[in-house]
């Protein structure tokens, strides 16, 4: 029986893979002076990250509507799948997971909708494991399974320039009391099942991205890596060759999606991994 899959941009996932795939990939919408643009269709995340510190007011995120997804269920039904894994953004976070919970609902035991606990590839990384499984024969059970197992390793970190657009987003509650001490110092985060967790701060971009590092280094030996930037590329690519050779498979780069970017701000580094079990 085909198993196929869906999600959304905040995946992070590129584009050639997902095609390789066949991973449906639903736009998160990004809304600018009263205008949505969906991710990555109606504006690149260039020119977006580009825009975004002289943005007033700033942008907003919104989810896909929920018949954007029932469209895409019912697209990959017509096409042969017999069951479709949808794997989104944690409901803590955004509106996405509750959007396509909504959508399945008209599909009965077909579509099964997952709550990744994760953002940009630590939810990727999930689809693109299970959609490897599928591929290589695995049951439907023993995809869910792969998913909930990988799920439960992969972490995410970063390094952000500032602290203001995540206050600024209301969705972390240590945010707003800590502005005023971190005014002038670089967080570092950790997002784990659904909870942006604060791992402290740095005062210098060196500094943190050593920070950034040891705790990379803290997971073991790694399945799958990704470095994360927020339009931040000549850094990226300098913290990719540094840590290339800790994983056996190519690591990824991908400059991280609108509607993640508009609640971290620009000039951000990460890191999403998932540690060997």
């Known amino acids: 029986m085909k198993i196929s899959f869906v999600t959304d941009s905040t995946a992070d996932i590129p584009v050639e893979l997902a095609s390789r795939h066949g991973i449906e990939v639903v736009p998160a919408l990004v809304n600018i002076r009263g205008k949505s643009y969906a991710d990555g269709v109606d504006i690149s995340r260039e020119e977006f990250y580009t825009l975004l510190p002289s943005l007033n007011p700033p942008p907003t995120t919104s989810a896909p509507s929920v018949g954007s997804f029932q469209e895409r269920y019912e697209k990959l039904l017509r096409g042969g799948a017999a069951h479709i894994l949808s794997i989104h953004p944690p409901n803590e976070l ?42 290589r024969g695995a049951l439907l059970e023993e995809v869910a399974a792969l998913v909930d197992g990988v799920r439960a390793r992969v972490r995410v970190t970063a390094l952000l320039s500032t602290l203001e657009y995540i206050r600024r987003s209301g969705r972390v509650s240590w945010a707003k009391a800590m502005i005023g001490s971190l005014l002038h110092l670089q967080p570092l985060i950790e997002l784990r099942y659904g909870i942006v967790q604060r791992l402290g701060q740095a005062r210098t971009r060196a500094q943190g991205i050593l920070r950034l590092t040891e705790t990379l280094n803290s997971w073991g030996p790694l399945e799958r890596l990704a470095v994360l930037h927020t339009n931040a590329e000549a850094a990226a690519r300098q913290l990719l060759e540094d840590v290339k050779s800790k994983v056996a498979v190519p690591p990824l780069m991908v400059n991280v999606t609108t509607a993640i970017g508009t609640h971290v701000g620009p000039d951000g580094l990460g890191f999403a991994a998932v540690p060997v079990q």
Do not use: C, P, W
């Open 94 to 135: 955004s509106g996405i997971f509750n959007a396509a919970r909504l959508a399945a609902q008209e599909f009965g035991e077909r579509v099964k909708v997952f709550d990744s606990g994760q953002l940009s590839l630590g939810l990727g990384f999930q689809v693109l494991m299970a959609a490897e499984a599928a591929a």
